[in-house]
């Protein structure tokens, strides 16, 4: 299956810091990335959908200036939680489809953030 | 809307026997895809398998088969022959024809028994 890779997979900082999470589509070219938070014990939450090229699509009730999401190139997409606080700790979780036959999300490692 | 339940929040089952995971979906529309994922204790997300809305057959991947009722709106995952390693969480998911956006349920955490 095709491969996404996520980048860091854990990382901590202190609170006011901004923290950059990289997703990249190592075999294939993704026109478009998912970006998902999980909190302990609970599903994934669509946070913004990443379109190549253009602004990302928020789900409503997050951030967009909180969270920004850029998608510079066919093959990576950002995550950056800017000025973060100890609430913004959280599992996040990138994906990518080929769109492609039964177009399954191929999810990267995930990237567990702690903010003190 | 589109939503997915999954009512079983954990399940125990004994090696080498049979488990079905039960998923419940809600849409209107009339092409879709439901998948289902496994989330191990790392947290990566694996596919395991994939079943189409006009897909007359259950699918099936080696020991994991989906067992599709339509006219009901479920898919549940069957795990035949359970092994020590299937012991994870397990995830639903139905994806919008229309924006490629995936709904997931709340997942099943399963234990499997030696």
């Known amino acids: 299956g095709a491969v996404v890779s996520q980048h860091p997979s854990w990382v901590i900082c202190k609170s006011g810091t901004s923290v950059k999470i990289e997703c990249r589509s190592l075999d294939f070219q993704a026109t478009t990335m998912f970006w998902y938070r999980q909190f302990p014990k609970q599903s994934l939450m669509l946070m913004a959908t990443?379109?190549?090229?253009?602004?990302?699509?928020?789900e409503q009730g997050v951030e967009k200036d909180k969270f920004l999401i850029n998608h510079a190139s066919l093959t990576l997409s950002t995550l950056t939680v800017t000025s973060a606080h100890p609430e913004d700790s959280s599992f996040y979780i990138c994906?990518?489809?080929?769109?492609?036959?039964?177009?399954?999300?191929?999810f990267g490692e995930g990237s567990r953030l702690t903010v003190l | 809307a589109q939503k997915i339940t999954q009512t079983q929040p954990g399940m125990f089952v004994q090696e080498k026997e049979a488990v079905t995971l039960d998923c419940t979906y809600d849409t209107s529309d009339q092409s879709y895809g439901l998948f289902w994922y496994k989330q191990p204790s790392s947290g990566e997300m694996i596919f395991l398998i994939y079943?189409?809305?006009?897909?007359?057959q259950n699918a099936t991947e080696g020991r994991y088969s989906l067992n599709f009722q339509k006219a009901r709106k479920s898919a549940n995952l069957v795990i035949s022959a359970s092994q020590l390693g299937d012991s994870a969480m397990y995830f639903c998911?139905?994806?919008?024809?229309?924006?490629?956006?995936?709904?997931f349920g709340t997942g099943t955490r399963l234990k499997v028994l030696a």
């Open positions: 079943q189409g809305s006009y897909d007359e």
């Open positions: 998911a139905m994806r919008d024809s229309g924006t490629y956006k995936y709904i």
């Open positions: 990443s379109n190549e090229g253009s602004k990302a699509t928020y």
């Open positions: 994906s990518a489809t080929t769109l492609q036959g039964p177009g399954e999300l191929f």
